[in-house]
């Protein structure tokens, strides 16, 4: 299942939080499908790179400084989009922040952090796209969950919760926009190499790769492979899933 | 076109039913089948077409063609 075998070109799809990570590499899969790639960031050095390498796989890449939990900018935002490139056909709400700690040293800031970054931002991205999804009768919202939402994690119980969350707030979506056409999945990574993992002791990799069935780390590109399934045709008569992509780690 | 023609147009586009069924006293969920989200599109087109925002505890006043174009009527005027 190669980018090169889907055609996107006439696709519009706004990824938040894809300037690095995971993000990234699904914005770079849907640009070698000829997508147009409106990418979603807090760091603007980041973003102009990424839109330059974004480019150079022969895509149509446009960066945007935004902050997912600002509603009102991130309304306008969408609006001008619209105008810019006519509509929006796919969200991926991938932006996410972890503020690991155990459960007795958890401050209320690392709590609030990512409750309000990964799940918060998700709400209100989906709420302002699904606007003009609503109108146009059509749509596909992809949510990043992570398996630790399915199978919790100490050390990462905001984590936890806020990926748990957004794989609840898939369902209530997909049940609420289906009369529109508009279909809401989620997306549960399991370990998958990016920078986060990349200082990842040899040790430690061995130890995570003894519980995976497949006896291996994920790459980001099995994570975009699956996000192109569910952006597209293939997928139209899929709503409300939560699929991970884990090597079978959580399988039951 | 006036405010009663642009909000029949609009019922009409919105909720796919014959002029003959948009009269006053039609109930926009109860006669005119419309769902819970068709309400809130409907809000958001009039709100479109007519320039202005009808805040959320407006909302529910809109319950019929009539008070519909009341309300824009008397908003607009």
């Keep these: 299942m190669d980018s090169a075998r889907y055609n996107f070109s006439d696709h519009v799809i706004l990824i938040t939080g894809a300037a690095r990570g995971i993000g990234k590499a699904i914005a770079g899969h849907f640009a070698t499908a000829g997508a147009t790639v409106l990418i979603l960031d807090l760091n603007q050095e980041a973003i102009d790179i ?33 105008k810019e490139h006519g509509k929006i056909d796919v969200l991926i709400n991938n932006a996410g922040v972890t503020r690991d700690n155990l459960m007795l040293r958890m401050k209320e800031e690392e709590w609030d952090m990512v409750l309000d970054i990964n799940l918060k931002g998700a709400f209100i991205c989906t709420q302002k796209v699904f606007k003009h999804m609503m109108k146009a009768r059509s749509g596909s919202i992809i949510n990043i969950a992570s398996v630790i939402g399915i199978m919790g994690n100490s050390g990462q119980a905001n984590y936890a919760a806020s990926k748990g969350g957004m794989i609840a707030f898939t369902k209530s979506c997909a049940k609420e926009f289906a009369s529109r056409n508009v ?34 780390m994920g790459s980001p590109l099995d994570v975009a492979r699956l996000c192109m399934f569910l952006a597209g045709k293939e997928s139209e008569y899929i709503t409300g899933q939560t699929i991970a992509v884990d090597g079978g780690l959580t399988m039951h | ?67 519909a174009i009341d309300y824009l009527k008397s908003k607009l005027s």
């Excluded at chain 2, 039609?26 to 320039?51: C, Q, Y």
Aim: glycine share 6%; aromatic share 6%; hydrophobic share 45%.
């Design chain 1, 50 to 82: 990424a839109v330059k390498d974004l480019n150079a796989l022969g895509g149509k890449a446009f960066g945007y400084l935004a902050n997912v939990i600002d509603g009102p900018q991130i309304e306008s935002l969408f609006a001008e989009l619209i």
């Design chain 1, 183 to 216: 279909r809401v999945n989620a997306v549960a990574p399991g370990f998958i190499e990016t920078e986060m993992t990349a200082s990842l002791s040899d040790d430690i990799r061995a130890e995570y790769a003894k519980v995976i069935p497949l006896n291996k």
């Design chain 2, 1 to 67: 076109m006036d405010i009663e023609a642009k909000v029949k147009q609009i019922v009409m586009d919105k909720l796919g039913v014959e002029e003959a069924q948009i009269v006053p006293e039609a109930n926009f969920i109860e006669d005119l089948r419309a769902d819970s989200l068709d309400t809130v599109e409907l809000v958001m087109a009039f709100e479109d077409e007519f320039g202005l925002t009808i805040p959320d505890e407006d909302q529910d006043k809109l319950r019929t063609v009539g008070q």
